[in-house]
């Protein structure tokens, strides 16, 4: 199931799109670094000497050393970042655009004072008779037997306070052993329901993103991310891997269903998404490793106008589609939620907690998603606090989930609510979609049957019985 990328066959173009981006990312960060004036004078002094710096590949090295434009596009390049390197050579645009066609200087040149190259045969539907695509239709079933299947969602606060009592050794005090506690059953069940990735839906506390840009949802296509310092030294906790190929696979369906997404290649992660790894996974040091390959999705819930819960809903059915296009290896795909549940951290209404509000929250989330994505923003702000926004987060990995296209309804593997950690409460739910074997052979052998909560693994309806 390919994606829709007409643009490939266009003659004499190469797209830069995710997949262009990630195989060219360092030889375009290199072509990048000659905007330094010392920077293009040390290139020029030695080239193999300022190339060691950069992990080029050999195609990308020997197409630099050549100053061959279309082999450096061919692996990754874009015209826009290569031309810093012909800046440097002390050529221009028309230059550099001319020594791409296989013509001489002057020859291109005298193309364009003559009004330029005609589209007439050099048009994708001059050779082919291809006419545009129509807009691609919105699957609203599933596939069937999907090579990345996703799961299970799990949804939890990310309060960075239960950072620090894990990073302090803190956890066997009696205020914090309430709050893990509820998550002794979800370390079990992770250790035997480790997805391969986790597609972790967070907000970025004015870590990564300042006042200089406000993207509303970011989507990490890098190989690594950070541990951020947020003010107290990086936790100590191991940095993240992340799993670009899938996460361009991601950005390019996304994109194509409509939502723009904004693509990070480098950025540091702050406890929104590293105080869930340190929930599910337990109190891992800097020098191990996290059991699973991470895609980091922010949502923007700091300055408003923020997205709302119908629009993250829609962003998780795009995301449903995106991982049912994946023709790559074999997946176990999970979804995180997080952030929430109800807190306020400013002003004389800090400190509001609304266990009511909190838990009809998880109820309509368990059973009602759509009509939870009618919730408008005053209704959390007003019920459960400023901070308390952050639950829009939850409903993308729930519009993800197999009963939002026709599946089955999930099982409801665990929930736990508590008051307080620090300055919130929080919440946390586990619910997994209908278990489809993969195959005879594995169904008889149980391979794919889930672990059962004890009391906890219900039905839907007699969940919210
Ligand atoms: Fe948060």
């Keep these: 199931m390919a994606l829709d990328k007409p643009y490939k066959n266009v003659p004499g173009t190469i797209i830069f799109d995710a997949e262009m981006a990630r195989k060219g990312y360092h030889l375009n960060q290199f072509s990048m670094s000659l905007m330094k004036p010392e920077n293009r004078e040390r290139f020029l002094a030695d080239q193999e000497a300022y190339l060691d710096e950069w992990p080029l590949s050999p195609k990308q090295r020997q197409a630099v050393l050549d100053m061959d434009l279309n082999a450096m596009m061919a692996e990754g390049g874009n015209i826009y970042f290569l031309s810093k390197i012909g800046a440097t ?189 340190s929930l599910v996974y337990g109190e891992l040091g800097v020098d191990e490793e996290w059991p699973v390959r991470v895609i980091p999705l922010a949502v923007n819930v700091v300055q408003y106008p923020v997205p709302s819960g119908r629009r993250c809903y829609e962003l998780g059915k795009a995301l449903r589609r995106a991982l049912d296009k994946w023709d790559g290896p074999e997946l176990n795909v999970q979804i995180w939620g997080t952030g929430g549940m109800s807190h306020q951290l400013q002003g ?36 459960a606090g400023s901070e308390g926004i952050e639950l829009v987060d939850w409903l993308i990995a729930r519009g993800a989930m197999d009963d939002q296209f026709g599946g089955g309804s999930p099982t409801v593997d665990h929930r736990f609510y508590h008051v307080p950690a620090s300055n919130t409460a929080v919440g946390h739910l586990v619910i997994s979609n209908p278990v489809a074997p993969k195959s005879d052979e594995a169904a008889a052998e149980g391979q794919s049957a889930p672990v059962q909560a004890e009391s906890a693994d219900r039905p839907l309806a007699e969940a919210n019985a």
């Design 89 to 277: 050579h002390g050529l221009s645009f028309q230059q550099m655009a001319g020594s791409m066609t296989g013509m001489s200087e002057a020859a291109y040149r005298d193309m364009m004072i003559g009004g330029g190259r005609r589209p007439e045969g050099n048009r994708l539907k001059d050779l082919d008779g291809w006419t545009p695509p129509a807009p691609g239709e919105k699957s609203e079933t599933m596939r069937e037997n999907p090579p990345a299947r996703f799961t299970s969602a799990l949804y939890t606060s990310h309060v960075p306070a239960i950072g620090a009592a894990m990073d302090l050794g803190k956890t066997e005090e009696p205020y914090w052993k309430k709050v893990f506690s509820g998550y002794e059953w979800t370390r079990k069940w992770a250790k035997e329901n480790t997805p391969d990735v986790v597609i972790l839906v967070y907000n970025d506390h004015a870590t990564a993103f300042d006042s200089s840009i406000i993207p509303t949802f970011v989507l990490g296509t890098g190989e690594e991310y950070p541990v951020a310092d947020e003010g107290y030294g990086p936790r100590p906790v191991p940095d993240v891997k992340g799993y670009p190929e899938l996460a361009a696979h991601i950005a390019q369906s996304v994109i194509q269903d409509d939502f723009d997404l904004t693509l990070v290649n480098e950025m540091v992660v702050d406890h929104g998404l590293t105080v869930p790894l």
């Design 348 to 383: 004389p209404r800090a400190g509001l907690i609304n266990e009511e509000w909190d838990n009809a929250f998880m109820d309509h989330l368990i059973a009602d998603p759509l009509g939870l994505t009618e919730w408008p923003h005053m209704e959390y702000v007003d019920e």
